[in-house]
């Protein structure tokens, strides 16, 4: 059975930094496009970044370029996304995605609240 526990959330401020974790089990995270996604209150979720299985490429969205970078350890079997300097509009749950082809495994999510 696929598990994706992710932690590290937290109050943050803007300007500050956070960096998330995402450790899977039941499944090793190199066959996976990984992904992490946001939700922000009232609101879909939505890609922030993602790091394909394959070629080790890392994709973020625009709205995070530049700020939030998305890595993984092969050997610790988790996912990190590093984030600098995060707005106030960053306030979300963050969510965890494992991928490939029409599956999808998702974590439970670890809330990240950014206020002065």
């Known amino acids: 059975q696929v598990q994706l526990i992710e932690s590290g959330g937290g109050l943050v401020h803007p300007g500050g930094s956070l960096n998330l974790s995402c450790v899977a089990s039941?499944?090793?995270?190199?066959?996976?496009?990984m992904g992490w996604f946001l939700q922000a209150p009232g609101k879909q979720r939505e890609l922030v970044a993602r790091?394909?299985?394959?070629?080790?490429?890392?994709n973020d969205s625009d709205t995070v370029s530049g700020r939030f970078t998305i890595t993984r350890d092969i050997a610790k079997n988790t996912v990190y996304l590093q984030m600098n300097n995060p707005e106030i509009g960053d306030t979300a749950i963050y969510y965890c995605?494992?991928?490939?082809?029409?599956?999808?495994?998702w974590g439970e999510g670890t809330k990240v609240p950014v206020y002065s």
């Open positions: 995605d494992a991928k490939h082809e029409s599956t999808d495994h």
């Open positions: 790091i394909v299985s394959k070629t080790d490429d890392a």
């Open positions: 039941g499944t090793l995270i190199y066959i996976w496009d």
